[in-house]
Nanobody, 121 residues
Framework: QVQLVESGGGEVQAGGSLRLSCLASGSFYGIDAMAWYRQPPGMQRELVARIFSGGNMDYSESANGRFTISRDNAKNTVYLQMNSLQFEDTGVYYC???????????????WGRGTQVTVSS
């Protein structure tokens, strides 16, 4: 059983910063890509940033230049540093990981339960 647990959400004023963390635990061979998604109130879940096992990253247009995704493979943890937060960044932030059960495995997506980020204007 694989579990992803997010932490670090909260309420912050516009212009402030937050750092999210997501720890993957359980029994598995490894993790390929790890990503952060968010779901604003009343809207669909959207990709914020993704980082692959080799270190390549990609960002949504709104996150580019303000957010930084990183990972610690030894700790099976992915981070999201969010700076210059805006009201529009409000939402539930979810961690996602492509977990491998063997070297040949194509990977299975797992999701955390989410952490709330609220940016007040």
């Amino acid at each position: 059983q694989v579990q992803l647990v997010e932490s670090g959400g909260g309420e912050v004023q516009a212009g402030g910063s937050l750092r999210l963390s997501c720890l993957a635990s359980g029994s598995f061979y490894g993790i390929d890509a790890m990503a952060w998604y968010r779901q604003p109130p009343g809207m669909q879940r959207e990709l914020v940033a993704r980082i692959f096992s080799g270190g390549n990253m990609d960002y949504s247009e709104s996150a580019n230049g303000r957010f930084t995704i990183s990972r610690d493979n030894a700790k099976n943890t992915v981070y999201l540093q969010m700076n210059s937060l805006q009201f529009e960044d409000t939402g539930v932030y979810y961690c996602e990981a492509d977990v491998l059960q063997s070297y040949w495995d194509s990977g299975t997506m797992y999701w955390g339960r989410g952490t709330q980020v609220t940016v007040s204007s």
